[in-house]
């Protein structure tokens, strides 16, 4: 039995939250090449879910502290799905979705399309909203004392371009196994103050997700990043 350990005593400097958005602006040009454009998109947003068990990995990723730039155990090591949009400012968006339930066979499909009027206006109304424009990213989830196992990550990542000035946010959820004698997870989520605020974009990303399935097409991974967890 793996004994308890205090997952914030084992976090790096380099926090999660930091890590996800630095992969993500790291990969604005290649994805900008790939799309055909050279300005900046006014929205990049990725959904990213990973099951994880990460007291198995307590020896060679040492927990949490694990998660570091360039090694080789990304979340495509784990059963997860990824869903990411790059919209411009002229309507033209792509929207790439990548399934692994399965370890070892990633399904990745594409769909490119652009926006009616109707519906980038919409967004950029979505985008100018006050509060939304005014977040940033908060920091990493408190985690129990009692903490065992990172079960479960959930992220969303942001970047909206409001007229020049860019604004970027990451939000994590994690499911937790604690040592508690209920067996019952525990969940920490930083994004809980925001969600009435993002409930808007979020349902917005998934209409556009449920209207563009039909086009999703087999493809190579261009746009969804991976986050390193050792």
């Given amino acids: 039995m793996v004994a308890p350990f205090r997952f914030n005593k084992l976090l790096t400097p380099l926090s999660l939250l930091a890590f996800l958005g630095f992969l993500l602006l790291v990969n604005i040009l290649s994805v900008n090449v790939a799309f055909g454009q050279s300005s900046t998109p006014l929205l990049r947003l990725q959904r990213s ?4 068990n990460l007291e198995t990995n307590v020896v060679h990723a040492q927990g ?5 730039y360039g090694k080789s155990g990304d979340v495509f090591s784990y059963p997860n799905s ?9 309507g033209k968006y792509v929207l790439e979705k ?5 370890l ?9 399309g652009t926006l009616t009027a109707d519906d980038l206006q919409h967004l950029k109304g979505i985008l100018d909203d006050e509060p939304l424009s005014k977040i940033t990213t908060p920091n990493a989830p408190n985690l129990p004392d009692d ?6 990550i959930e992220s ?18 994690e499911r937790i196994k604690t040592s508690a004698t209920s067996g019952m997870d525990t969940y920490v989520d930083n994004g809980a103050p925001f969600q009435k605020t993002l409930n808007p974009l979020m349902k917005w990303f998934e209409g556009l997700e449920k209207k563009s399935k039909s086009d999703l097409k087999d493809s190579k ?7 390193n967890v050792g």
Avoid: W
């Fill in 147 to 152: 903490a065992v196992t990172v079960r479960e």
């Fill in 82 to 90: 990824l869903s990411c949009l790059v919209v411009y400012g002229d």
């Fill in 49 to 52: 879910k990973a099951y994880l």
């Fill in 156 to 173: 969303v990542d942001a970047q909206i371009d409001h007229s020049g000035k860019g604004q970027h946010f990451t939000t994590t959820k």
């Fill in 221 to 227: 991974p261009q746009y969804c990043v991976p986050m």
């Fill in 64 to 68: 949490m502290n694990g998660i570091t």
């Fill in 98 to 102: 990548r399934e692994e339930a399965t």
């Fill in 104 to 112: 070892g066979k990633p399904k990745i499909k594409t769909a490119e």
